[in-house]
């Protein structure tokens, strides 16, 4: 099985910089998401990191540290429609399907 | 547009009452996936399909049944045997390979009458 931590709330000031955590543990770890979601919406995919190191992606970089069980979601020049859920979201080996663990989210609110 | 549609947007039970909610694919993609998520939590998985006729119990199957015919459409019966059927209920498909991404329709809300 598998068990997944993020934060519950984050605040932070438009045009800043925010890092959102992760942990996991995991039998035999396939694979590592994150998602957006905003409010009463569908999660878009955001970032995949299946080997250690930082993966960048214009505003938006993600980390993972395998051995640690660790990532974190690096969002730059915040803006305030960046306001939403973020989900770190785990696969395992169990299963070729691209099934995956997701964790209770990280609320992020962007404030002026 | 390639993607994902789900069916309807907002849906009413009533107590003993079966329902079901559509997922339709048109991405090719040969898994699909159906979640429930409660308000302030995160996606839990209820059951999954990794190709076409076959389909697999995820952690909270208990009062739900889905079937899977066509690689396109993976639908979802909510049965009278869900207590608590009232949740946010997310359909999402992906590849099968690679990274293996999942791609999300916009969701039914059901609620109880």
């Known amino acids: 099985g598998q068990n997944i931590d993020q934060p519950t709330e984050m605040t932070a000031t438009e045009g800043a910089i925010v890092q959102i955590n992760c942990t996991y543990q995991t039998s035999g770890f396939n694979g590592l998401f994150w998602y957006q979601q905003h409010a009463g919406e569908a999660p878009t995919f955001l970032s995949y990191n299946v080997l250690d190191g930082l993966e960048e992606k214009g505003r938006f970089s993600s980390f993972l540290s395998r051995s640690k069980g660790y990532s974190y979601l690096l969002l730059k020049e915040l803006q305030m429609k960046d306001s939403a859920s973020y989900l770190c979201a785990v696969r395992d080996w169990e299963t070729n399907a691209g099934k995956s663990t997701f964790g209770d989210g990280t609320t992020l609110t962007v404030k002026p | 547009d390639g993607g994902i549609t789900q069916s309807p947007k907002y849906l009413f039970r009533k107590e003993g009452q079966n329902v079901t909610l559509s997922c339709e694919q048109n991405?090719?993609?040969?898994?699909m996936y159906w979640y429930r998520q409660d308000p302030g939590q995160g996606l839990r998985l209820i059951y999954y399909s990794q190709i076409v006729n076959d389909f697999q119990k995820g952690d909270i199957a208990e009062g739900y049944s889905v079937s899977r015919e066509k690689k396109e459409s993976f639908p979802l019966t909510v049965t009278s045997a869900q207590k608590n059927p009232t949740a946010f209920y997310l359909c999402a498909s992906s590849p099968g390979t690679g990274q293996n991404i999942q791609y999300f329709g916009a969701g039914t809300r059901l609620s109880v009458l």
């Open positions: 991405l090719n993609h040969d898994a």
